[in-house]
């Protein structure tokens, strides 16, 4: 019967330091998961923002393209222009639902977009008429190149938001391994000592009540 019981004592005393091992691993891999994900929700946050900055830039080239050589070709990227907006403003307000912070940076930056697409839009459709003049005012008062900037200057003010609110991970992956390495390490070291700890308890031998009561009378 004590040999069983010491068994049994063993046996709890292994079991608790293997469930403490795989929990320390758990807990650890678990914390890497979730800064992974932020990390990609990050990147794609920003991927979207970055398609967003090249529509600006093609909506400009084109728009002065065809100022110069009045080439319908230069007009497509300028007719798709809104609805390759929509679409990429959607998929933003996707991605940032669950981050309040950006959801009224998003709102600014849909505005800011909208806007310059609807004034190219509007000086693209008044080229060879009589209010042709609009558009040379438009371009050699400053005006487009002011807006231009505007809009770069919402896109900056957007990143710097993402920048507050997905701060970017300074750990790379190698340094978090090695990091995890001596968590891990640490971890299992306590549970080698807490195993030898309680096993040297339960292998001390009990004294016998008789042995206790001549430990009293002497």
């Not at 600006?56 to 084109?62: F, R």
Request: a positive charge; proline letters at 2%; glycine letters at 6%.
């Amino acid at each position: 019967m004590h040999i069983r019981g010491r068994f049994t004592g063993f046996l709890v005393v292994v079991t608790a330091a293997l469930a403490l091992s795989f929990y320390g691993h758990l807990l650890l891999f678990d914390q890497w998961r979730m800064q992974h994900e932020r990390q990609l929700h990050r990147s794609k946050i920003l991927e979207e923002v970055l398609r967003l900055q090249r529509l600006v830039m093609d909506v400009e080239t084109n728009f002065r393209g065809y100022l110069l050589t009045e080439q319908t070709s230069f007009l497509e990227p300028i007719n798709v222009a809104e609805s390759r907006l929509q679409t990429g403003m959607a998929q933003l307000t996707d991605l940032t639902a669950s981050t309040p912070g950006l959801q009224a940076g998003v709102e600014v930056l849909l505005s800011r977009l909208k806007e310059f697409v609807e004034s190219k839009k509007r000086l693209v459709a008044v080229v060879g008429t009589d209010k042709q003049e609009q558009v040379r005012l438009y371009v050699r008062g400053g005006s487009g190149r002011a807006l231009f900037l505007t809009i770069e200057k919402a896109i900056g003010d957007f990143e710097m938001r993402i920048q507050r609110e997905l701060p970017l991970e300074a750990m790379t992956y190698e340094s978090w391994m090695q990091r995890a390495r001596w968590q891990l390490l640490i971890l299992e070291s306590l549970g080698v000592i807490l195993c030898v700890y309680l096993t040297r308890i339960l292998g001390r031998p009990k004294k016998r009540p008789l042995e206790r009561g001549a430990h009293l009378l002497l």
